[in-house]
């Protein structure tokens, strides 16, 4: 099975097997059984796009591999490292962008490793002076179009990091409006905040419960 978020729109491509197990999980999803047609996964890629209201749809076939190959040929591969850091009273650091709630995170730059690419990343766009990884957290996937309008899959590298309470500064060349200390349930459960990041504060809660 293959979960990837395009836009708010949750994407889930399966065998013909698992639809129905599936399907308990995300009672509501649309289900399109693949034809071997790439023309049908750009429509129902464009559906996502455009779509005002978040769906989650269920593509599958018999053969998964060449459906997860297909779709995986209609983008390029955006590795990418961040964290969710968290301070001496177990506030969180969000950063506030284009109208939601996120965590900071960026591109992986040649040479460097996942944990240097994360801490480079957080500093960057929160301005913290030190930051420390405790722990890998999770992976997510969502699609973003590029500067030059192509379709990409960030696949990003979650870690658990530690910081003192301190003054922050948001970069402004990412579009990033603020950047605060807050409580992870405070976002979840009140604030504007990307659906793919959901499952990144989910399975920092389940760690530390």
């Given at each position: 099975?293959?979960?990837?978020?395009?836009?708010?729109?949750?994407?889930?491509?399966?065998?013909?097997?698992?639809?129905?197990?599936?399907?308990?999980?995300?009672?509501?999803?649309?289900?399109?059984?693949?034809?071997?047609?790439?023309?049908?996964?750009?429509?129902?890629?464009?559906?996502?796009?455009?779509?005002?209201?978040?769906?989650?749809?269920?593509?599958?076939?018999?053969?998964?591999?060449?459906?997860?190959?297909?779709?995986?040929?209609?983008?390029?591969?955006?590795?990418?490292?961040?964290?969710?850091?968290?301070?001496?009273?177990?506030?969180?650091?969000?950063?506030?962008?284009?109208?939601?709630?996120?965590?900071?995170?960026?591109?992986?730059?040649?040479?460097?490793?996942?944990?240097?690419?994360?801490?480079?990343?957080?500093?960057?766009?929160?301005?913290?002076?030190?930051?420390?990884?405790?722990?890998?957290?999770?992976?997510?996937?969502?699609?973003?179009?590029?500067?030059?309008?192509?379709?990409?899959?960030?696949?990003?590298?979650?870690?658990?990091?530690?910081?003192?309470?301190?003054?922050?500064?948001?970069?402004?060349?990412?579009?990033?409006?603020?950047?605060?200390?807050?409580?992870?349930?405070?976002?979840?459960?009140?604030?504007?905040?990307?659906?793919?990041?959901?499952?990144?504060?989910?399975?920092?809660?389940?760690?530390e419960s």
């Amino acid at each position: 099975m293959y979960k990837i978020y395009i836009k708010e729109s949750l994407l889930i491509l399966t065998v013909d097997a698992e639809v129905k197990q599936v399907k308990k999980s995300y009672p509501k999803a649309l289900h399109y059984p693949y034809h071997a047609k790439v023309k049908q996964l750009l429509n129902i890629i464009d559906k996502c796009e455009k779509s005002k209201k978040p769906h989650t749809i269920i593509v599958s076939s018999p053969k998964y591999k060449s459906l997860k190959q297909d779709f995986k040929s209609l983008y390029v591969l955006v590795p990418a490292a961040g964290g969710i850091v968290i301070n001496e009273l177990g506030e969180a650091l969000f950063i506030y962008k284009r109208g939601k709630w996120d965590l900071p995170k960026g591109k992986i730059e040649k040479g460097e490793s996942l944990k240097q690419a994360a801490i480079r990343e957080v500093i960057e766009e929160t301005g913290l002076r030190e930051v420390s990884i405790k722990q890998k957290l999770c992976k997510t996937k969502h699609t973003f179009r590029t500067k030059k309008n192509k379709r990409a899959i960030k696949k990003s590298y979650w870690y658990v990091m530690e910081s003192k309470k301190q003054k922050v500064k948001p970069q402004v060349e990412e579009d990033i409006e603020r950047v605060e200390w807050l409580s992870p349930d405070q976002v979840t459960q009140q604030l504007p905040i990307y659906a793919n990041l959901l499952k990144v504060i989910t399975r920092y809660k389940s760690i530390e419960s």
